[in-house]
């Protein structure tokens, strides 16, 4: 158990639909990250959350937002779906040393999302 | 920009047989360096990882993986390798600015026979 939390762990909706996928990350973690695992795109970065703020945005879509709330859990909302948002999207959280970068992270089990 | 490639997509080994998963990384400095394996419908769990200093890092289940900057390789190895070591293993890259930011390589399956 990494102590990275997603809910839920599998969602299937419908195209043109909104959803919120979840991640409480380990105690004590200031950085959240999401990322979205594909058959053809593979495992890409999406986007970087530290103490509440954007610090980073990898290959993540305008229909694509996240935040990260006061108490460090952060969402990943997906709007306008399509079929070719279906893939397997994880979060992981790590503790930088000193606000910088430096420590391994640790993922979650992932949400499967599947868009019919 | 960083990237990660891993040249061998799906590799089959016996069980009991070395492994050698080989790694080749593009980055203009020195790297953070790592490798996690997913199982079947599970998420990714690090096996090791190296910052700095020995370039021989030993990780869980008897993994170790050395790095090489002449080569800039950081290939993954283990001198025998069980049943329950057939999964996806990814090497990914990161640098220090970047904290977990990861790029990560396209993955080797492992099949392992018995």
């Known amino acids: 158990d990494s102590g990275v939390t997603q809910t839920p762990k599998h969602l299937i909706t419908a195209t043109g639909q909104r959803v919120t996928l979840r991640c409480s990350p380990r105690?004590?973690?200031?950085?959240v990250y999401w990322y979205q695992q594909s058959l053809d795109q593979g495992l890409q970065f999406l986007i970087q959350?530290?103490?509440?703020?954007?610090?980073a945005k990898g290959n993540i879509l305008e229909r694509f937002s996240a935040q990260q709330f006061p108490d460090l859990h952060s969402e990943l909302n997906l709007s306008s779906l399509e079929l070719g948002d279906s893939a397997l999207y994880f979060c992981?959280?790590?503790?930088?040393?000193?606000?910088?970068?430096?420590?391994?992270?640790?993922f979650g089990q992932g949400t499967r999302l599947t868009v019919v | 920009a960083q990237s990660v490639t891993q040249p061998d997509i799906h590799i089959t080994v016996s069980e009991g047989a070395s492994l050698e998963l080989r790694c080749n990384y593009s980055?203009?400095?020195?790297?953070?360096l790592f490798w996690y394996v997913q199982s079947p419908g599970q998420g990714l769990q690090l096996l090791l990882k190296?910052?700095?200093?020995?370039?021989l890092v030993q990780g869980i289940k008897g993994f170790e993986a050395e790095f090489k900057r002449s080569q800039s390789s950081f290939n993954l190895r283990k001198p025998s390798v069980h049943w329950s070591d057939a999964a996806e293993y990814f090497c990914?890259?990161?640098?220090?600015?970047?904290?977990?930011?990861?790029?990560f390589g396209e993955g080797t399956q492992l099949t392992v026979n018995p």
């Open positions: 959350y530290y103490n509440g703020e954007e610090r």
């Open positions: 105690s004590g973690d200031l950085s």
């Open positions: 992981a959280s790590s503790s930088p040393i000193g606000g910088g970068g430096g420590t391994e992270a640790f």
């Open positions: 990914a890259v990161g640098r220090v600015a970047s904290g977990s930011r990861l790029t």
């Open positions: 980055y203009g400095a020195t790297p953070y």
């Open positions: 190296y910052f700095s200093g020995d370039t």
